[in-house]
């Protein structure tokens, strides 16, 4: 069953993400090298970097019941960050955000979390899973406050191109059964 392209919680307002949407998300947090620091993707260099994203994300809505969402403040509008599901398959699913700098540190990741793993679990999702790096601290506090367990390190796993390219880097593997 497709889950909703709009979700609102007390403050946010989590959306299907639109082609509209690039120059903002670029400008936001995409193409910021602090906010990428610790992701998994490479920092957008260009509009059409995050042009290319809303691609993607279009075509997992398209394959799945539900795909990244866009994060909104309820009471402005202003574009916050992203986050979302990606699908392995349909009872197993991945989840990560990323928050623009000025929305760190006031609950808004653990508040977007916290809805979209309500979303997974309405979609049929059974196991729900997030990576994050060692040393990203506030990540997996946000991860710990939503439930999820950590299950332990992943060796050698996951490239985080802003921060270490071309290296593989440990992980903490968290996930949340539904």
């Not at 994060?71 to 699913?93: K, N, W, Y």
């Not at 994050?132 to 506030?138: D, I, N, P, Q, V």
Request: hydrophobic fraction near 45%.
């Amino acid at each position: 069953m497709p889950a909703p392209e709009r979700l609102e919680t007390s403050r946010l307002i989590l959306r299907k993400p639109l082609a509209a949407d690039a120059s903002a998300v670029f400008a936001r947090y995409a193409g910021d090298p602090e906010v990428t620091r610790f992701m998994s993707w490479p920092r957008h260099r260009s509009v059409e970097d995050t042009a290319m994203f809303l691609q993607f994300s279009d075509a997992e809505w398209q394959r799945w019941p539900v795909g990244p969402y866009v994060i909104e403040a309820r009471d402005s509008g202003r574009l916050m960050g992203s986050t979302g599901l990606v699908f392995e398959t349909p009872q197993r699913a991945a989840t990560g955000y990323v928050l623009a700098r000025d929305a760190w540190g006031q609950g808004y990741a653990t508040e977007a979390l916290r809805a979209v793993v309500e979303v997974a679990a309405k979609a049929g999702v059974r196991r729900l899973c997030a990576l994050t790096h060692l040393e990203h601290s506030a990540s997996w506090r946000v991860l710990e406050k939503c439930e999820f367990v950590r299950e332990g390190i992943l060796r050698k796993h996951t490239e985080f191109p802003n921060l270490l390219p071309g290296e593989l880097s440990d992980v903490l593997c968290y996930a949340r059964i539904l």
